[in-house]
């Protein structure tokens, strides 16, 4: 079984910053993909962005520039720097880990952590 566990969410003001983080432990194999969705209020889950195991990195567009996704793979975690943080990045967000064998792939959810930024 996979566990996924977050942590760094919290309340913000516009234009300050936050780092999560995603600690991943169980049958992970070495092919899979990290990444963040966020859900806010009364909206469909998005991606935010997402890393390969091989480096390959995808952003939605409202958040490159101010937002970084990195991992470490020895520790299994991936990171999500966000800076110049506005209302509108105002959300759940979860951890998303897919990992791919023999051609499929298998998606795991953390539980969320929630990220306010106050304007």
């Known amino acids: 079984q996979v566990q996924l566990v977050e942590s760094g969410g919290g309340l913000v003001q516009a234009g300050g910053s936050l780092r999560l983080s995603c600690a991943a432990s169980g049958s992970i194999f070495s092919i899979n993909v990290m990444g963040w969705y966020r859900q806010a209020p009364g909206k469909q889950r998005e991606l935010v962005a997402r890393i390969t195991s091989g480096g390959t990195i995808n952003y939605v567009d409202s958040v490159k520039g101010r937002f970084t996704i990195s991992r470490d793979n020895a520790k299994n975690t991936v990171y999500l720097q966000m800076n110049s943080l506005k209302p509108e990045d105002t959300a759940v967000y979860y951890c998303?880990?897919?990992?791919?064998?023999?051609?499929?792939?298998?998606?795991?959810w953390g539980k969320g952590t929630l990220v306010t930024v106050s304007s």
């Open positions: 998303n880990l897919v990992v791919i064998l023999s051609g499929s792939g298998m998606a795991y």
